[in-house]
Nanobody, 122 residues
Framework: QVQLVESGGGLVQAGGSLRLSCAASGSISRIGVMGWYRQAPETQRGLVAIITSGGGTDYANSVKGRFTISRDNAKNTVYLQMESLKPEDTAVYYC????????????????WGQGTQVTVSS
């Protein structure tokens, strides 16, 4: 069973920074794509950033130049460094993993974390 656990959310003033972490647990040997999504109240969950196992990245236009996604494959962990935060970044942030190899078996997923709240005050 693959579980994703996020941490690092909280309350920050506009212009501040936060770093989110998401660790995947289980007997995992490889994760294909990991990413961050967010959902504000009364909106649909949307992409923030994704990163492949080889380090390729993609970002939502709204966070380009402010957010940086990275991963540590040895730790099965993905990070999201968020700079110059704005009130409109306020949302629950979810970690997602696709293409997980665990104990020699491939699981396409996707797998989601429980979410972590990020609140940016003006």
């Amino acid at each position: 069973q693959v579980q994703l656990v996020e941490s690092g959310g909280g309350l920050v003033q506009a212009g501040g920074s936060l770093r989110l972490s998401c660790a995947a647990s289980g007997s995992i040997s490889r994760i294909g794509v990991m990413g961050w999504y967010r959902q504000a109240p009364e909106t649909q969950r949307g992409l923030v950033a994704i990163i492949t196992s080889g380090g390729g990245t993609d970002y939502a236009n709204s966070v380009k130049g402010r957010f940086t996604i990275s991963r540590d494959n040895a730790k099965n962990t993905v990070y999201l460094q968020m700079e110059s935060l704005k009130p409109e970044d306020t949302a629950v942030y979810y970690c997602r993993a696709v293409g997980v190899t665990s104990s020699g078996t491939f699981y396409p997923g996707p797998y989601w974390g429980q979410g972590t709240q990020v609140t940016v005050s003006s």
